[in-house]
């Protein structure tokens, strides 16, 4: 007998300053709903793991998108793409993922995304506190700048193989993750479009900065919550706790070992730091 996933994938149109966006979404579960953003350069599939966990999935409808550009989701075919540079801007990606959740009828969501998509969680909880129950951001912090040479010499460059990404990911992982699931995290960046993970980074390093804002989060609106990796280097721990400690009635967690992909690198052991944030989410709502 055929073994079949609880995940089921489907397309929907999303119309967003006048353009049409077919975007690939795979979801699985009921209940409360929680949408989950990867991280730049990469695609939905890195939360596979949460979205074949039963004892998620039975309280929660996970919901997996892939940004346009990314995965599944191609490039609008009403945009000349490949005449100008794609650029990922602040404005733009919240207004997506408020339009993608209406889109979908779903009532209040939890938000929950990883650094590009970390960074997400505390500029919708600001911006948007209505729109979601609870922002949980992996990897966030109030800040990413200071990178101007390694974005727009590095990562879009003739003389680069497309490989050195997905390399300079793995440093990212945890010495301590099983190799199998590191090994998958940098699969999936091996296979994104040379300019997306630099367009990415147009959020993450210049448009993102809650230095000035991040007091004026209302967790009593939209609750957030930062985890962050022991040996993430990017979003350190120092910058994530930072974020939390400007929000009144955030809550920080240490994720003791792991790296900055959580959620693919090492999902049994990131599944006992999200556990306790979910249940403390459902209770509430």
């Known amino acids: 007998m ?5 995940i089921v994938g489907r397309y929907v149109y999303l119309k967003l300053d006048g353009v049409e966006y077919r975007v690939y979404f795979e979801e699985a579960g009921r209940g409360i709903p929680l949408v989950c953003q990867h991280t730049a350069g990469s695609d939905g599939r890195q939360y596979r793991h949460l979205l074949e966990d039963r004892e998620i999935t039975s309280r929660f409808r996970v919901i997996a998108a892939d ?25 733009w990606f919240m207004r997506y993922w408020v339009a993608l959740c209406r889109e979908l009828e779903l009532n209040r969501p939890v938000y929950m995304g990883c650094s590009m998509g970390g960074h997400l969680a505390g500029d919708l909880a600001l911006h948007y506190p209505n729109e979601f129950r609870a922002c949980i951001g992996l990897e966030a912090s109030m800040w990413s700048g200071n990178s101007d040479r390694l974005v727009n010499q590095w990562f879009h460059h003739p003389r680069l193989s497309n490989e050195s990404k997905p390399a300079l990911m793995m440093s990212l992982c945890s010495p301590h993750a099983p190799e199998e699931c590191v090994r998958e995290t940098v699969w999936t960046y091996s296979q994104g479009a040379p300019p997306v993970f630099k367009g990415d980074l147009n959020y993450y390093s210049f448009e ?26 990017s979003a350190y721990p120092a910058a994530s706790k930072a974020l939390a400690d400007a929000v009144p009635g955030a809550k920080y967690t240490l994720m003791e070992g792991m790296g900055h992909f959580p959620m693919s690198e090492d999902p049994a052991q990131f599944k006992k730091y999200l556990m306790p944030v979910l249940a403390e989410i459902e209770a509430k709502s």
């Open 2 to 6: 055929a073994k079949f996933s609880d």
């Open 67 to 91: 940004l346009p550009y990314h995965g599944k989701s191609l490039p609008p075919p009403a945009i000349r793409y490949w005449e100008q540079e794609y650029r990922l801007t602040k404005d």
């Open 208 to 233: 993102h900065d809650l230095r000035e804002t991040a007091k004026n989060i209302d967790t009593r609106k939209c609750a957030l919550y930062v985890l962050s990796g022991e040996y993430d280097w």
